[in-house]
């Protein structure tokens, strides 16, 4: 399978828990996103990052995220005392950027339950 | 900011029914729209990219417009089946890394 992997597929968490997620993304896409997606709602965007660098941040990433892609490769997001409010879908997608357009190929996502 | 909307929310239709589902976007300056496919608990599949130069694009039984001066796109289904039942979301790409989600439709085909 050449897409985009993610894993775990599913978490269920105790709040106050910290969790990692990783992405896969393609393998010779230079852009990695991390959306979130509650319930009968579009995905939000959290962050994304241009090779190893991390561009830009949501408003919606708050301390306790944190998102690292270290050798521009695979990535990780990881939620440190996790809140009820943090129960989502975590989506991934990674794009090759040819000039000034882009599309955005996406995994299957992470569903976290935090009870 | 970049708006985008969805009507309708949710649709039933039956099967081999032709139907078009609705996407507005309040900033005409984007670079590409793109529709998905999203199954319950699941991620997001690709349907169709329309460049911003384009007008429609199609696959199989699927054909997107675009419309950039009035701010909207449309997915047009052919001979429904129940296989298409998901939730559609359209997404509007305005450069800079920005992509901008409805909040989708929900579609059921019924036998």
């Known amino acids: 399978d050449t897409g985009v992997s993610q894993d775990p597929r599913h978490k269920i968490t105790k709040r106050g828990q910290n969790v990692t997620f990783r992405c896969d993304p393609i393998?010779?896409?230079?852009?990695l996103y991390w959306y979130r997606q509650t319930l009968g709602q579009g995905p939000e965007f959290l962050t994304y990052?241009?090779?190893?660098?991390?561009?830009?941040k949501s408003r919606l990433l708050s301390d306790r995220f944190s998102a690292e892609r270290p050798k521009g490769s695979f990535s990780t997001l990881e939620i440190q005392r996790t809140e009820q409010g943090d129960s989502a879908m975590y989506l991934c997608?990674?794009?090759?950027?040819?000039?000034?357009?882009?599309?955005?190929?996406f995994g299957s996502g992470t569903q976290l339950s935090v009870l | 900011k970049q708006e985008v909307t969805q009507i309708p929310a949710a649709l039933s239709v039956p099967e081999g029914e032709n139907l078009v589902l609705n996407c507005s976007f309040t900033?005409?300056?984007?670079?590409?729209l793109q529709w998905f496919r999203q199954d319950p608990g699941k991620g997001l599949t690709s349907l169709l990219l329309?460049?911003?130069?384009?007008r429609e694009q199609t696959s199989g039984r699927l054909n997107a417009s675009l419309d950039k001066s009035s701010g909207r796109s449309t997915l047009y289904i052919a001979a429904s089946q129940p296989g298409d039942s998901a939730t559609y979301l359209c997404?509007?790409?305005?450069?800079?890394?920005?992509?901008?989600f409805g909040k989708g439709t929900m579609l059921l085909v019924s036998p």
């Open positions: 997608a990674s794009s090759l950027v040819t000039g000034s357009n882009e599309k955005l190929f």
């Open positions: 393998s010779e896409h230079n852009r």
């Open positions: 990052f241009q090779n190893e660098a991390q561009l830009e």
């Open positions: 900033d005409s300056a984007i670079y590409n």
């Open positions: 329309i460049q911003s130069s384009q």
């Open positions: 997404a509007a790409y305005s450069g800079y890394s920005t992509l901008t």
